[in-house]
C-alpha cells in the first residue's frame, strides 16, 4: 500500500507541492482547501498529466472534506493568506493564525498519528499555532524554512562559482525572515569550505541575498511570492519522512534548550526520518554566529508574544 500525503492549501505553494510529490511516487495525494471545485480541478489536471509523467500514484481534491486525511502519513500545510494593501501585521497574523488552527484541527482530528509540515507564514509563529492545536509530540510538527533558505543559499553560491548545485552543501539557521543567519563557515563545495573559495566581501553579498530572497521574487513577481522551491523544500522534507532517511536538513523544530533557546520554534540542522524530528544537531557556533542566532530567535519570540497578546 502507498503512503498517503495531504496537502492543505490548494494555492500554488501547495498545488506544486501536491505535484511533486505525486511525481516522485513517493505517496497518494489529498488536496485540500475552502475554495470550492479548485482543489478538485487541480488534483483533476495532475491526474491528467500522470500518463505522460510515468506515475502512479492517485490525487484527489475536495472542499473541506478532512475525514479524506485519514491515515495520512504527512499533511503539509501551506494554507494562509498573504500580506494586502493596507493590511498591518497584527490583522496578517491574527488572520492566519485563525486559519491555522481551524485547518490543524480538523487534520489532527482526522489523522492523529500524521506529521505535520507547515509552511504558512509567519512560519516559526504557525509553528507554534500546530503544535498547540494538535497536541501532537513536538517531534511530530515542523516548520519548513531551513530547507528553502538553504537551498537559496546554495544556489548563489552555485552561480556565484559556476559549478553544478550538487556539490553544494549549506546552512541557514534562525527565523524564516529578515533576521536568518546563513552560516558560510560550515557551507561548502565538494567538500570544500566556501570560505576558501569566495572572497569575505562576495560572501557577505551572498548571505544578504539570502536573507532578501523571498523579497526578490515578490518584487519580481509583483502579484504573488515564490512558490516553486518553497513546494520543492516541503517535498524534500516529506521524501525523507516516508523513505525514514534519517536526513539532516535545517527545519525549524521546537528547542528546549538547545543553542540556548527554549520553548521556541526556530531553524536548526535537523536529523529527520519516519518518527519526524529524530535528533536536533548542535554545531558549535563562534561568538558573532550565536549573537545572530540569539537575535533571530528574539525575533520569532516577539511574533510569538504579539500571537499571546492578540489571543486575550
Known amino acids: 500500500m502507498r503512503k498517503k500525503v495531504t496537502v492543505i492549501g490548494a494555492g500554488n505553494v501547495g498545488a506544486t ?62 494554507a494562509g493568506i498573504p500580506r494586502k494593501p493596507g493590511m498591518s501585521r497584527d490583522d496578517l497574523l491574527a488572520t492566519n493564525m485563525g486559519i491555522m488552527k481551524s485547518v ?24 507554534h499555532v500546530a503544535l498547540e492545536t494538535s497536541g501532537f509530540p513536538k517531534q511530530r510538527v515542523i516548520g519548513m524554512a531551513g530547507v528553502l ?30 533576521t536568518m543567519v546563513p552560516i ?9 569550505p566556501v570560505t576558501e573559495l569566495i572572497s569575505p566581501d562576495r560572501l557577505a553579498a551572498i548571505e ?22 518553497p513546494a520543492s523544500g516541503a517535498v524534500e522534507m516529506t521524501e525523507a519522512i516516508l523513505k525514514d532517511k534519517k536526513k539532516i536538513l535545517p527545519c525549524a523544530a521546537y528547542l528546549q534548550g538547545e543553542y540556548g533557546i527554549k520553548d521556541l520554534f526556530v531553524g536548526v540542522p535537523v ?20 549573537k545572530a542566532l540569539q537575535s533571530s530567535a528574539l525575533a520569532v519570540r516577539n511574533l510569538v508574544d504579539d500571537m499571546k497578546r492578540l489571543s486575550k
Open 208 to 229: 544578504k541575498r539570502t536573507r532578501e530572497g523571498g523579497a526578490e521574487i515578490v518584487g519580481l513577481l509583483k502579484t504573488g511570492s515564490a512558490y516553486y522551491a
Open 271 to 290: 536529523k529527520l526520518g519516519a518518527h519526524g524530528v529524530e535528533e536536533i544537531i548542535e554545531i558549535k557556533l563562534n561568538e558573532e554566529e550565536q
Open 104 to 127: 490543524v484541527k480538523e487534520a489532527a482530528a482526522a489523522a492523529p498519528g500524521s506529521i505535520l509540515i507547515i509552511v504558512s507564514n509567519p512560519l516559526d509563529a504557525m509553528c
Open 17 to 78: 507541492a501536491a505535484m511533486r510529490v505525486a511525481e516522485k511516487e513517493l505517496a497518494d495525494v489529498v488536496l485540500l482547501d475552502v475554495l470550492e471545485g479548485v482543489p478538485a480541478g487541480k488534483a483533476l489536471d495532475i491526474a491528467e498529466a500522470a500518463p505522460i509523467e510515468k506515475h502512479d500514484c492517485k490525487v484527489l481534491g475536495c472542499t473541506n472534506r478532512y475525514e479524506e486525511a485519514k491515515d495520512s502519513d504527512v499533511i503539509i500545510i501551506t
Open 149 to 178: 533558505d538553504s537551498a537559496r543559499f546554495r544556489a548563489f553560491i552555485a552561480a556565484e562559482l559556476d559549478v553544478s548545485v550538487e556539490n553544494v552543501h549549506a546552512f541557514v539557521l534562525g527565523g524564516h525572515g529578515d
Open 184 to 192: 558560510s563557515r560550515y557551507s561548502t563545495v565538494a567538500g570544500i
